[in-house]
């Protein structure tokens, strides 16, 4: 078991998935496929997975852009822990572990795509369309000193993240669409079709902060301790609108995150470890006595 760590902002990605967005269960197949010794660069990995082979690459591609194995291809601590044999969900049928993976695809880096969109773009712009996103990931690739970005390979990506979290009205009649992407049920991203003065219409995206109340405290709390980077506290304003934080990985409102941190800081669960919610001349900060290991909070969570 060890930790997926790959290389963040080194250079963009936007392939490797074969233009196919993640499904209901690719995860766990792909997990049991590695855990009994099959290699996804095998050609008898079409037979063991029971998938065309594009969607093999794609499956292997998934794995690892939500952190689920490591870069010598060995599953993580998060996928034993929620895929195992005595994985928490393994068929992914609590929201609280999308969220999870949410954060983890978001935060890993490794597919570009989403990292930018929910750490950068949603700050610059409201609403933005596939227009905006491209003109976005140039510019950002220009300012970084990267090779100039693939357009069509781009346009490609972000239509596969529509995939990911746009659920459309024919998957909201069928609740069991196994072809439906794997975050739509989070209810992030929203769809508005407008006509400029042109009378030509688009299609604008957007994904405003909302009270996300089903996402449970501990999510929060693992998705805090998991980015690190502090010792006994950490300023609100950090929590709310850094990079990779839960202010913008969840796209959640600034209140309702206070109420989630409040909540952490009164549940009797957390009493060892002394966690507070501080506000000194109106700088709030969560406090750490000593601080709980990350898979703990995910076990006080999956454990009621």
């Not at 609280?96 to 930018?116: C, E, K, M, P």
């Not at 688009?202 to 980077?229: C, H, M, Q, V, W």
């Not at 929590?239 to 913008?248: A, R, S």
């Not at 909540?263 to 009493?271: L, V």
Request: aromatic letters at 12%; a negative charge; one cysteine or more.
């Amino acid at each position: 078991m060890t930790e997926a760590i790959f290389p963040i902002n080194v250079k963009f990605t936007f392939s490797g998935h074969d233009t196919f967005h993640c499904r209901q269960l690719w995860l766990k197949k792909g997990y049991d496929f590695v855990q009994a010794k099959n290699k996804f660069t095998k050609e008898d990995a079409v037979v063991e997975l029971g998938v065309g082979k594009n969607m093999v690459s794609a499956i292997h591609f998934w794995m690892k852009a939500f952190g689920l194995l490591d870069k010598e291809g060995n599953t993580t601590d998060l996928a034993d822990y929620i895929f195992g044999e005595k994985g928490k969900d393994p068929y992914l049928e609590d929201n609280a572990t999308l969220w999870l993976l949410h954060y983890h695809l978001i935060t890993q880096g490794l597919a570009s795509t989403y990292n930018l969109i929910f750490n950068q773009l949603r700050k610059e712009k409201i609403e933005f369309t596939k227009d905006n996103f491209l003109f976005f990931v140039e510019r950002k690739a220009a300012e970084a000193g990267l090779p100039a970005v693939n357009r069509k390979t781009a346009a490609s990506d972000f239509e596969v993240f529509l995939k990911m979290y746009n659920r459309t009205s024919e998957q909201e009649k069928d609740k069991e669409d196994s072809f439906a992407g794997l975050l739509t049920h989070l209810d992030l991203l929203q769809e508005e079709r407008r006509k400029p003065e042109d009378k030509i219409s688009i299609l604008n995206f957007s994904i405003p902060n909302k009270n996300r109340t089903d996402i449970p405290e501990d999510i929060i709390l693992y998705a805090i301790l998991n980015n690190g980077g502090f010792q006994n506290s950490i300023n609100f304003e950090t929590i709310y609108q850094d990079k990779n934080q839960p202010g913008l990985v969840f796209a959640i409102e600034k209140s309702a995150l206070l109420e989630k941190l409040e909540a952490i800081a009164a549940n009797p669960w957390y009493a060892r470890y002394r966690i507070r919610l501080s506000d000194h001349a109106g700088i709030k900060e969560l406090q750490f006595a000593t601080q709980p290991d990350k898979f703990e909070v995910l076990n006080n969570y999956y454990g009621q």
